[in-house]
């Protein structure tokens, strides 16, 4: 459902996307699939062949795919190097405040975080996250947009934007306050930002578009509408957002969220693979940028329920294991006398 070449329709058929590179390199594997004899019927392709190949995939589809790396690492890899490269020029000697706060465990002392893939925190992940956007902006290659996003043409606010609004690059504490009011507002998940990122950069990816200052806030405001909806069981309701943003309506909110979903391809599958990369990938950028998770010493009642845990985890292997016997030793109910199981060497 999300491939750019479906076992229907063709990326040449499509009016709703412009062409991309990969597709234009897979016109050359179409066509030395096509039949040159003079038979009227139309030749139709093995699905195999429409398949995009992996190394097309991997650039096309960074969001699709745990083996392609994540577009926001990749452009603030730029700025990290240039803070590297500064502090080393500069001889820096004195430790810097970000540097100070920072704990290590000793002999005596353990400092262990609460942020985990499955259980991350929910302000340092959107810390991340929201940085992660920050270089987006800052790092984009053009100011490629659509109308639906654009907030000059949908405002979300009455408050008349200023001239230079769409030039000027928003800071990171901008995109913070902003995504964390819709986040506690409508008391959103941490798991849910990070599903946030991969539809915004496959929304970037699909549809050749570049975050830009002019619209930011409607392509976040989508992406966690849409990440909530899919993330949480009970999901909040397009008006609620009208709730939290006085200014839009419902019509607006629905048209945008049938846009993203078109130019996501209706694609909103996440594997678990994918969303270990980006939880990783963002931790990265919290270590590049000096972001810390907050450390806090591992005493008793903590040591006894990270037991409590690594043993639960432990029975549920275990009981996997014996539904796995049980399931190779089925044959035996079969017949009335039950026979000595034998061993497998």
């Not at 795919?65 to 803070?83: E, G, M, N, P, W």
């Not at 053009?142 to 606010?157: A, C, K, M, T, W």
């Not at 963002?282 to 590049?288: I, K, N, P, S, T």
């Amino acid at each position: 459902m999300g491939n750019t070449v479906t076992c229907c329709v063709s990326p040449e058929s499509s009016p709703k996307l412009p062409s991309r590179q990969p597709a234009e390199r897979l016109e050359e594997l179409e066509t030395s699939t096509e039949v040159s004899d003079d038979n009227t019927l139309p030749y139709l392709q093995h699905i195999s062949d429409r398949e995009v190949p992996d190394e097309l995939a991997f650039e096309s589809n960074p969001s699709d795919h745990a083996r392609a790396s994540t577009i926001f690492l990749y452009k603030s890899q730029t700025d990290v190097r240039d803070k590297r490269k500064s502090n080393h020029i500069n001889h820096i000697s004195h430790i810097s405040p970000g540097q100070l706060s920072k704990k290590y465990s000793s002999c005596s002392t353990i400092f262990i975080d609460d942020n985990t893939v499955s259980q991350p925190n929910l302000k340092s992940t959107i810390k991340c996250v929201t940085l992660a956007i920050y270089y987006h902006i800052k790092n984009r290659d053009s100011d490629r947009s659509l109308d639906i996003f654009d907030e000059r043409l949908h405002p979300l606010s009455k408050e008349p934007l200023p001239d230079d609004y769409s030039r000027v690059d928003p800071e990171h504490k901008v995109i913070y306050r902003f995504v964390r009011t819709l986040f506690s507002a409508a008391q959103l998940t941490a798991e849910c930002a990070i599903v946030t990122l991969v539809y915004l950069e496959r929304l970037l990816t699909y549809a050749e578009l570049d975050i830009c200052p002019c619209n930011w806030k409607r392509i976040v405001l989508g992406a966690i509408l849409l990440a909530s909806k899919v993330w949480d069981d009970q999901a909040v309701w397009n008006v609620d957002y009208c709730q939290i943003l006085k200014e839009i309506t419902v019509e607006d909110m629905n048209e945008m969220e049938r846009q993203f979903l078109e130019l996501l391809q209706f694609n909103i599958n996440v594997p678990a693979s994918v969303y270990a990369k980006y939880y990783f990938d963002l931790r990265q950028l919290a270590d590049d940028n000096n972001l810390n998770f907050p450390l806090e010493p591992l005493d008793n009642q903590r040591a006894k329920k990270l037991e409590a845990i690594s043993r639960l985890c432990e029975d549920k292997y275990k009981d996997l294991c014996k539904a796995s016997m049980r399931r190779s030793c089925s044959a035996d109910n079969l017949i009335g006398v039950r026979h000595t199981n034998a061993v497998l060497s």
